[in-house]
């Protein structure tokens, strides 16, 4: 049972533009919504990380928008930069849950 | 401070062969956790330990593989016989908890031929 659905599977995006990357979940028990990055070649690494007591959380060009009401949030990358090509993945989890569920990933193409 | 470490770092065998893939947790991480990734199935988990107890091995595809956890920083997981559809890059893993922030090693690339 995939718990954490996670869309587009890929994704082209001229430099300087917006990367936009959306996750909806199914367990009301999670309360703890992580991104991960994962570059080729690499292990995926988190990247930003959100709890469902804010609607939103920024880190430099990266945002987190979390509706719970909808239990989705997403990904909004600002200005992306071919360094940020890479393969994204929403990530649910909770401290009553036990362990992290991960969406299946988008490819990110950030073109120059 | 060292991460995650897997070894080796890629591994090519032929089908039939046992495969042994090592990981060594981040020192004062209770939580370990081994993925596979695939083009076709993405990141699957595959068994997660804690405190050196296995909690979950669904995601396991079949009695070929096992894992264990000899202490508390070290664990193994084993293909055997190993099959060309093992093919894939193994991950794990370690958390100070089951619920925190995983750190991943580098992987090792299998290739079964």
């Known amino acids: 049972q995939q718990q954490v659905k996670q869309s587009p599977q890929s994704l082209i995006v001229q430099k300087g533009g917006i990367s936009i990357i959306n996750c909806a979940y199914e367990?009301?028990?999670?309360?703890?919504f992580p991104w991960y990055q994962q570059f080729p070649g690499k292990g995926p690494a988190l990247l930003i990380a959100?709890?469902?007591?804010?609607s939103e959380k920024k880190e430099g060009r990266f945002t987190i928008s979390f509706n719970k009401s909808a239990k989705q949030f997403s990904l909004h990358i600002m200005d992306s930069q071919p360094g940020d090509s890479a393969t994204y993945f929403c990530v649910a989890g909770g401290t009553s849950y036990g362990k992290l569920t991960f969406g299946q990933g988008t490819i990110l193409t950030v073109h120059p | 401070d060292a991460g995650v470490i897997q070894s080796p770092r890629h591994e090519v065998t032929e089908m039939g062969q046992e495969v042994t893939l090592r990981c060594k947790l981040i020192?004062?991480?209770?939580?370990l956790f081994w993925y596979r990734q695939t083009m076709m199935r993405g990141l699957e988990l595959l068994i997660y330990?804690?405190?050196?107890?296995?909690?979950?091995d669904s995601g396991m595809p079949e009695d070929r593989f096992s894992a264990k956890m000899p202490n508390a920083s070290f664990s193994t997981l084993k293909i055997q016989p190993s099959e060309p559809r093992d093919s894939a890059v193994y991950f794990c893993?370690?958390?100070?908890?089951?619920?925190?922030?995983?750190?991943f090693g580098p992987g090792t690339r299998l290739l079964v031929l």
């Open positions: 020192s004062g991480h209770n939580s």
């Open positions: 330990f804690n405190n050196n107890v296995p909690i979950d």
């Open positions: 959100i709890r469902p007591d804010v």
């Open positions: 367990n009301t028990a999670f309360d703890y």
């Open positions: 893993a370690s958390s100070w908890t089951m619920q925190e922030t995983q750190y």
